[in-house]
C-alpha cells in the first residue's frame, strides 16, 4: 500500500505557490501537513501528479489584532492546542483541535490543510463556521476573504477556484460576554466524529441569550447550521428547559446520511443529546 | 519521477539517499536505511506503530514523505537512549546495547508480546512523559490512546509507563 509516482517541488511562497499549482494542471496538489493527503495517496484514493509542498511558503503564526486573531494556514493542530493567545481569544479553536487524530496528526496537520481538505466530519471546518471565521485566500485572480459559512460545498469540496490557496484564517475574537463549547461523539480516540457540534452563545446584562450560533458536523455534507435551535435560544436564558428544546428543534430539522460507522437515526438521535450539551457547556462559560 | 538525494540526520548521524517523492518516510527508514525497529501497521496514520520523532517530536512515518524530512532530525527507538527524559536520565550515544529506562521499564513490566506496537508505544510514552511529567495512569491511557496494541490488552504497557513516570517525577523541573 504506497502511493503512486509522483513529483515533489518546494514553494517559496504563496504566490509561487499558486504558479506551481497553475503550471502543474489538474494533477497538481497542495502538500502542507499532508495527514489526510498522503494517507489517501497511500490508498491510492489521491493520485497526484505534482506535490506543491507550502510547507516553507509562510511561517506558522498566530497574530493577535484588534478584534479578531490571524493564524497562519500553516498552523499545526498542536499549535492550537498549545497556543496562549487562542487560549485567551478563541478558545474553542483548542477544544476542538484536541479531537483531532492522534497526537502525530496533531504534529503534523495544519489549519489551512484542514478546511481545504472540508470533511464535514472534522472538526475545524464546523468550528470555522460557528465562529464566522473569515478565509483568507491566494489565487491567479489575487486575493479573496471567504466566510467560513460559504466556504464548505459539499463532501472535500470548498469554493476554492482552480489553483487558489488557502493563506490564513481570521477568527474574531470572543468577548467576556460569551461562551463557547466543542462537544464531540466518537465511537474511539481519534475517529471523525458521528455527531460534533460548536455552540458559541452570547449573553446580555439579564443573562439572555443575544446571538447564538450553533453548527453541527457529521450530518450533513458540510458543517450544518442549526437554525431552528438558534432560534429557540434567541432572547432566553439558556438553561436545561431551552437547551432541551433546543435541541430537539435541531435534531428535527437534520438530515444525516447512513454509514457504516452510525445510522442517519443514532446521529440525529444523537445530535439532540450533544446540541442540548454544547449549549449549556457555552452558556456555563459565559461570563456575566 | 526522478529520484533526488534528501539529507538528514538520523539518530544522531548524518544520512544521505537518494529517494523518490513517493516514497515514505517509513519505506526510506525500513528499506533504504535498515531501521528496521520501525514498524508497518496502517499506513494512514492511525494506528501508532510507525512512530519516530522528527526534532524531537511525534509523527507519523507512514504519512510523511521522506524527502519531507530533508534537513530535520529522526529519531527511532534505536535512538531513544541517546535522549535525555525529563530527569536527564539518558544516556549520550546510545547506538544499540544500551537502553533508555522507559525501555528497561517495558522489559520489568512484561509490557510486550509481540513487540510490534512496542517501538511506536515507546516513543509516544517517552514524548509524552518528558512534556508532561508526573502525569497519572489515566492521562497516560489519553495519550496512548493513538497506539493500537493487539496482544497486550495495554494493562502492562500502562503499568510500565506509569512506573516510568513516577521514577522521573521526583526530579522533574518545577
Redesign the interface.
Known sequence: ????????VVATSWTDAVRLLQEGGDGARI?AG??SL??M???RLATPSL?V?V?GADRPGIAVEEDRVVLSALTRH?DLERSAEVATHCPILAEAARWI?????R??GTIGGSLAHADPAAELPCVAVALGATIRTTGPAGERRIPAAGFFDSYFTTTLGEAEVVTAVEVPSVGAGTGCAFVELAR???DFATVEVAAVIELDGAGRCAAARLVAGGVGERPVELMDGQDVLLGERPDERAATEAARRASAAVEPSDSVHASAGYRREMLGVFVRRAILRAAARAAP | ?TARPVRFELNGRTVEIMI?????LL?ALREDLGATEVKYGC????C?TC?VL?DG????A????A??AAGRSVTTLAGLAGLAGPAGDGREGGDGGELHPLQRRFLEHGASQCGFCTPGMVL?AF??VRDHPGSGREDIR??L???ICRCTGYTKILDAVEAYARSTAGSADG
Open positions: 500500500m504506497y502511493a503512486s509516482p509522483t513529483d515533489h502538500l499532508g495527514q498522503i494517507p495517496m497511500n490508498l506535490l509542498d510547507s498542536a487524530g492522534n497526537v502525530r496528526v504534529h503534523r474511539r480516540n481519534g | 519521477m523518490a517523492a513517493n516514497r515514505t519505506f499506513g494512514e496514520g492511525v501508532g512512530t522528527l517530536e511525534s509523527v507519523n507512514c504519512t510523511m514523505l524527502v519531507q509516544t514524548e509524552f489519553v495519550a490512546s493513538g497506539n
